[in-house]
């Protein structure tokens, strides 16, 4: 296994390009089983993940093509049912292969996905909405296996003791898609990356209105046909590196991203004092000399993403005064506050609150990283640090995160890979 190891404060500056949204990704490119005809997606993000989805594809019978960030997938011969433990394991976003298969052939075989650090991830909605959908379902050996004699269109209520959730969002979508008749999604999941996994799909020749928003409509249609698309860039390593900016406080431009979908991030930033201009598509962030401690709770969106939790918590632990952090969409992803704290943070759990009590400075340790986010929280923190940070278990960031050492170090970062 590798680690990553970082000099802090060093000067970063310079532009750094967004890559495309792996969030998004991931459901597109399980969506392809649902056509036989040949689907083109450029802008797919070189990741662990994605390569690992694309292994799922061809262990279902595609034909898989994955070059640079262009993704060819066409049929071979038919499609195989069965998603296995060994890949579902290793990614629970590849739970949303279960909607598109049984849409398509009527029958499935999906290893449940297991829990993971960050919390239970339970599926309950997912096979609600599929039981909604005419979908009969055993639990056997760890699988969830189903069939179907057709699925039949059906008004699904799909908000959680958590709120909505953007998985079983798309698992009931792709499955709706191929159904008799006319579906209504209530309390779906609104992230750009559920709008854009629906524009996808009717580029297919589905027929969604409402993605994106509450309440999607989805009348059925016979079949679907291959499509180019292009992947949405992400949103969340946008947040990333505007949270990097800051604390480091580094004169940083993003470019690439969409704006639109960081309003929430924007507003806790000029509350903590920084400024954030836009300019043809490019973000510029000014931060403060000394910023303000802001608290936050996560929300599904348009609310404060969990998915930059993490990084919001390391640029809160630099700033001097207490703030008080809640994840109510993951209420146990606090793995990265005892790797902080070796650093010199201040952070205490009281429930699912994270108690933070600034400090203007943090220390190089060695440290563990936990899920894809808290090991960019660490990175931030790395950079932002005095002396050396090594993070153990490397991997991790490079499920989420394409050639991030590269952006890195042409920011003027000194950051290099060392075997553990
Ligand atoms: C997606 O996971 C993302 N993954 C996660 O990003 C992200 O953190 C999460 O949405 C929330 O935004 C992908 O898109 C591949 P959920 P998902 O179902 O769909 C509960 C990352 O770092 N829930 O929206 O699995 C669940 O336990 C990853 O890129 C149920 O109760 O998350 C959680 O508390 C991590 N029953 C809440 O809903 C269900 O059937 C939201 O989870 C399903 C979920």
Redesign the pocket.
């Known amino acids: 296994m590798e680690k990553i190891v970082i000099e802090g404060k060093r000067p970063l500056s310079g532009e750094v390009k967004i890559s495309g949204s792996?969030?998004s990704a991931?459901?597109i490119m399980a969506a392809t089983l649902l056509t036989d005809g040949p689907c083109v997606l450029e802008n797919v993000p070189r990741l662990r993940d994605t390569l690992t989805m694309a292994k799922i594809l061809k262990s279902l019978g595609k034909a898989v093509d994955f070059s640079g960030n262009t993704l060819k997938i066409s049929s071979k011969n038919g499609l195989n049912p069965v998603a296995d433990y060994d890949l579902v394991s290793t990614m629970?976003?590849s739970f949303c292969v279960l909607g598109p298969l049984l849409a398509k052939l009527g029958h499935a075989k999906v290893s449940l996905p297991g829990g993971c650090v960050?919390?239970?991830?339970?599926?309950?909605?997912?096979?609600k909405g599929l039981r909604a959908l005419g979908a009969k379902i055993e639990i056997e050996g760890g699988y969830i296996v189903t069939h179907t004699k057709g699925l039949k269109g059906a008004q699904i209520y799909l908000g959680?003791?958590?709120?909505?959730?953007?998985?079983?969002t798309d698992n009931i979508m792709m499955a709706a898609v191929l159904a008799k008749g006319e579906t209504i999604i209530e309390s779906a999941?609104c992230?750009p990356?559920v709008e854009d996994l629906g524009n996808f799909l009717n580029s297919m020749g589905a027929k969604i209105t409402g993605h994106g928003t509450p309440k999607i409509t989805i009348k059925g249609v016979k079949e679907l046909h291959g499509a180019n698309y292009s992947i949405t860039s992400d949103r969340?390593e946008a947040a990333t590196f505007v949270l990097l900016a800051a604390a480091t406080k580094s004169p940083i431009t993003v470019t690439n991203a969409n704006y639109s979908q960081l309003l929430v991030l924007v507003d806790k930033l000029e509350e903590y004092g920084a400024k954030i201009r836009v300019k043809d598509g490019a973000i510029d962030i000014k931060t403060p000399r000394k910023g303000k401690p802001v608290s936050v709770t996560t929300y599904?969106?348009p609310g404060f993403?969990?998915?930059i939790q993490a990084q919001f918590m390391a640029l809160m632990a630099l700033t001097p005064g207490v703030s008080v952090i809640t994840d109510k969409?993951?209420p146990d992803r606090y793995m990265h506050i005892p790797e902080l704290n070796r650093m010199g943070a201040n952070i205490r759990r009281e429930g699912n609150n994270a108690i933070v009590e600034g400090t203007p400075r943090l220390f190089g340790a060695p440290v563990m990283a936990s899920?894809?986010?808290a090991s960019a929280a660490l990175v931030i923190a790395g950079l932002a640090a005095e002396g050396v940070t090594e993070i153990h278990r490397a991997y991790h960031i490079d499920r989420?995160y394409e050639n991030l050492d590269q952006k890195l170090i042409a920011l003027g970062a000194k950051i290099r890979r060392e075997n553990e």
Do not use: C, M, Q
Request: proline share 10%; charged share 20%.
């Open positions: 792996k969030n991931l459901p629970r976003g960050i919390g239970v991830r339970p599926v309950d909605l997912h096979l959680g003791v958590f709120g909505s959730s953007v998985l079983a999941a992230e990356e969340i599904p969106y993403p969990t998915d969409v993951f899920d894809l986010r989420g």
